[in-house]
Structure formats: C-alpha cells, structure tokens
C-alpha cells in the first residue's frame, strides 16, 4: 500500500511538472497605467464641433518636450510638444499606428492629446512610462465605444 502512495505522488508531482512546461507565459502587464479620469469640454478644431464632458485620462511621461505628430507615423510632421514630463499631460485615447522607435524601445501603440501649443496629434507611447515595448497603457481607453452599425455620428476628431 506505502508503494501504491508513493506511486500516486510521484504521479500527481510529474503531470503537475508539465503542466508548469506547458502552461503560457504569463503577459507583464503596464506597471504605470494612465490614470486619474476626468472630464473635459472637447472641440474638434475643424469642424468646431464641440464633445463634451469626453473622459480624459492622466499618463505618466518618461520625460518633457516630448513630440506630437499629425498622425499616428513616425514620419508624419510634429505638431507640437508636451514639454512637461511625469503625470501633467492628459490623454483622450489609444490606437494602433506604424511602429517607433527610440534606441532600444519601440511601440507601435499611440496616445492622442493636445500639444502645448493647442495643436492636436498622437504621441508614441514609447515615451509612456512602464509597459513593454508594443504593450498598450493599461489604463488608457481605446476608442471601441464610438463603433456602431448603419447611421454612424463622424469619428471623434481625436481618434481618426
């Protein structure tokens, strides 16, 4: 019977062993999500069509002076900057986009914001803090919420 036991557990140890081998691994998940949602009176710079009360979230920056681009490309035009660094800059949504890089970091996930100059755009989230690279921000919305079938309003400004 002691035999019989012994048998049993070494078992259970084994077929517990491979389920460890053959489990996936786990995914990191975005250690400094953006956070702090607040509400904010939106208007849509070419059309003057006004959102309000859009949900906008805080996202921790690894540095100031950070580039906004026209669109969610590397190689698009900057359109202004976020020279403040840390958690002072607000952000309404996320998307995917073309690929950036800075050094060893990339990310093809984008951050739509206002630059300091009042100009709209997309920053790479390569600047965001925490995440690995081509992770999205934890805490960050993306724009899911504006699809819809037959008669659709127009895309936000800040998600196009």
Known sequence: MIHFKRGLVTAALALAGLAVLTAPAAHATDNVPCHSPTKRNLTDPGTGRSWPNTEVRYCNLTRG???VYATRSPGAPVVGYL???GA?????TEMKGQTFRDGSAENYWWGSTMADNGRWGWVPEVYFAGGDNNEDDAGLLMPGSYTCANVCPPLPFWAR
């Not at 002072?88 to 309404?92: D, G, I, L, P, R």
Request: proline share 9%; hydrophobic share 45%; aromatic share 18%.
């Open 65 to 67: 002076h950070v580039p």
């Open 83 to 85: 020279e403040q660094g």
């Open 88 to 92: 002072a800059n607000w952000f309404v």
